[in-house]
């Protein structure tokens, strides 16, 4: 039971008040009767605006690195289907090839895909070796590249620009 600290009295309503509600009652010029102020101070929503804005500001970068590293994988997946293409390719023709479209039929057409966070080409290719490349199209690491030999080594050169 509260103890009474304060009393309130309008047209005939008593009410029991804590002294922290004593602050927060007001006289209703239009009804007459005590009305109790209940909400947020300016300086609370303030309060909670800037740990809500600290919070935004530590999590976008985390955000942004983690979806980065996602398209890295989706890059190195994409370079790996390519690779397991060009072996089925140099098993029917004695040699790899540097034209995607003919291994259309293993991959499908990875360029042709709107939505895609790499471009891949096959720069070089013999009838002993081949390198692939998907180069990043869009976003923080644009123009940045992975590479692939026939080994299935990532970066065979230490050279790739990208390391998701």
Known sequence: ??????????????LLLKPDLRKKMLLSKYSGKVVLLM????IEIMITVLIIAILAAIMTPQFTRYVEKGRGE????MLKSIRAAEKIYKSDNSTYTNNMNNLRPHIGRPNSDSNRSFDYTIPSASSTA?????TRTQGTNQNEYIT????GVLNPNGTDTWNP
């Not at 081949?130 to 998907?134: D, G, H, S, V, Y």
């Open 1 to 14: 039971m509260l103890s009474p600290v304060g009393v309130a009295i309008g047209k005939g309503e008593i």
């Open 39 to 42: 909400g947020f101070t300016l």
């Open 74 to 77: 989706e890059g190195k997946l």
């Open 130 to 134: 081949f390198t692939a490349r998907a």
């Open 148 to 151: 692939i030999d026939d080994t």
